[in-house]
């Protein structure tokens, strides 16, 4: 079976009964098998998905109307509810737990004959950028397991590189679908905040936190967008703006000669933790981007070095408030060894959260507690409502802000230098800002390192400008 990178020309063949659905199944399924040693999904709904494919088929073959994502294989992250299916979100504490309803996201890909193929690891509550904190071993990245996948959708991102499926469901808090992407030769896209639902999303840091898509072709993304994007009554922060049909946005990429106004930060790829070659790359495509018309310019972006600290701050401070309802009670894990009701929690929570989740929780009620609320909490809501107005009045002149996605390409499992928290931390610098503002965001693909390992480009457009933004990736994959 060919490589397949875009459900379109599945469907092509689909209809031309060239191939079948359960064919694409059987055929995903010999790759997951094949590329084990990875460990990217914790689980695979192997009978599910056969029998969805044998229904899709018979449904092709009765000529009856087909969903718009079908010979869609898909794999979601292990923090997107799936109605009786395990949910772990990579944590001993959720183990066994089962999800009682689907995430809306979920609820309107099946409605679309999307086949969910199975369930990805990732960093332990999405804490993470490497995969590395998963309770269930690393995720190893596919051009070489050596290598990180990147994080926190790290088995998202190793599911759609091994091709053992067309595409994935990741979630985005602070670039844990674009910088998996980066290191994994994918697309990774985040819409704006609020566009697709969260409902049915564990919670990581609320104010933050979106669903997002990682796929082999910016059509699909924009399939998958318009199709989970849109009103839910679930979910008090989702928009309830109409959807537009970014897909139909698409077609007509290749002809359009429209010219593009795009801004870069001068700090930003002056930044001295830039992988030299990231740099050049980039440097090389804002030139070439110039010479074919568009406008490139370099603006000025004071607040770089508070992107971090403040994502960090805030991060913590609601993941600490989100993660207290696993207290051993409510759900999962619960200590043997304790007696009374707050050794059950203590316990419970010692016993079965991981180090980096801990650390997190222990930050974040730091930051909130009296004595330090004002010097931390506040003082960091107050710099995103700067680098928020900031950074959306940049949009006033400009379609897109374009970045690298990642400051250097997928690092050793194991690297010494990040083990240290902070490093890892900084690592975040260029993903992070979106989500601080709520912008959509989408690293494709840009270069390979002489290391043999991918990175990615990153561009940022105005809240709710996702049809311009993929119909600019796109022309970027060109
Ligand atoms: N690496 C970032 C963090 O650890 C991003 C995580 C995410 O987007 N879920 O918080």
Redesign the pocket.
């Known amino acids: 079976m060919q490589h397949y990178k875009n459900l379109k020309v599945i469907q092509r063949d689909l209809a031309a009964a060239k191939i079948t659905c359960a064919g694409l199944v059987d055929f995903y399924l010999s790759n997951i098998a094949q590329s084990q040693e990875t460990n990217a999904y914790l689980e695979v709904f192997e009978e599910e998905a056969r029998q969805k494919a044998k229904e899709l088929d018979q449904k092709i073959a009765n000529g009856e109307k087909l969903g718009r994502l079908h010979g869609m294989v898909i794999a979601i992250k292990d923090v997107i509810c799936y109605k009786n299916h395990k949910i772990s979100a990579s944590s001993n504490i959720l183990s066994n737990f089962e999800s009682l309803f689907s995430s809306t996201a979920v609820e309107r890909i099946l409605l679309e004959d999307a086949i969910i193929i199975g369930r990805t690891s990732c ?1 332990e509550f ?4 490497t995969n590395e904190n998963s309770a269930f071993g690393v995720v190893r990245n596919f051009d070489n397991l050596d290598k990180v996948p990147g ?2 959708s790290g088995g998202s991102a190793v599911a759609v590189q091994a091709n053992t499926c067309l595409a994935a469901l990741g ?6 679908v674009r ?1 998996p992407a980066s290191f994994c030769n994918v697309i990774g896209f985040k819409p704006t905040y609020g566009r697709i639902s969260r409902h049915g999303l564990i919670a ?1 840091a609320s104010s933050f936190d979106q669903i997002g898509t990682l796929t082999q072709s910016v059509e699909d993304a924009a399939l998958l967008l318009e199709i989970m994007a849109g009103k839910d009554d679930f979910d008090g922060t989702n928009s309830s703006k109409s959807v537009p049909k970014y897909s139909e946005a698409l077609q007509e990429v290749s002809s359009d000669k429209e010219k593009k106004r795009i801004a870069y930060f001068k700090e930003a790829l002056e930044n001295e933790g830039l992988d030299a070659e990231i740099q050049q790359k980039t440097k090389e495509l804002l030139a070439k981007l110039q010479s074919e018309g568009h406008t490139v310019e370099a603006v000025s972006f004071p607040y770089l070095d508070y992107l971090v600290p403040t994502y960090y701050i805030l ?1 913590t401070a609601e993941a600490s408030s989100n993660l207290s309802r696993y207290d051993g009670i409510h759900y999962g894990h619960r200590s043997k060894d304790a007696k009374n009701m707050e050794a059950t929690y203590r316990n419970s929570r010692t016993e079965a959260f991981g180090e980096e989740v801990k650390r997190r929780i222990m930050l974040g009620t730091f930051v909130l507690s009296s004595g330090y609320y004002d010097a931390y909490y506040s003082k960091a809501q107050k710099v995103r409502r700067l680098i928020h107005d900031y950074t959306r009045n940049i949009f006033k002149n400009f379609d897109f802000i374009l970045t690298p996605t990642t400051p250097t390409p997928a690092f050793d499992i194991g690297d010494k230098e990040y083990q240290d928290p902070v490093s890892m931390y900084l690592a ?1 610098i260029y993903t992070v800002q979106a989500n601080l503002v709520g912008i959509p965001a989408v690293s494709v693909p840009l270069s390979h390192h002489s290391n043999g390992m991918s990175f990615g480009v990153q561009l940022m457009a105005d809240k709710f400008e996702e049809s311009e933004l993929l119909k600019f990736g796109k022309k970027l994959t060109l």
């Not at 979630?171 to 844990?176: A, V």
């Open positions: 960093d999405a804490m993470g950028s994080g926190s979630s985005d808090t602070g670039g844990s910088q990581y991060t975040d």
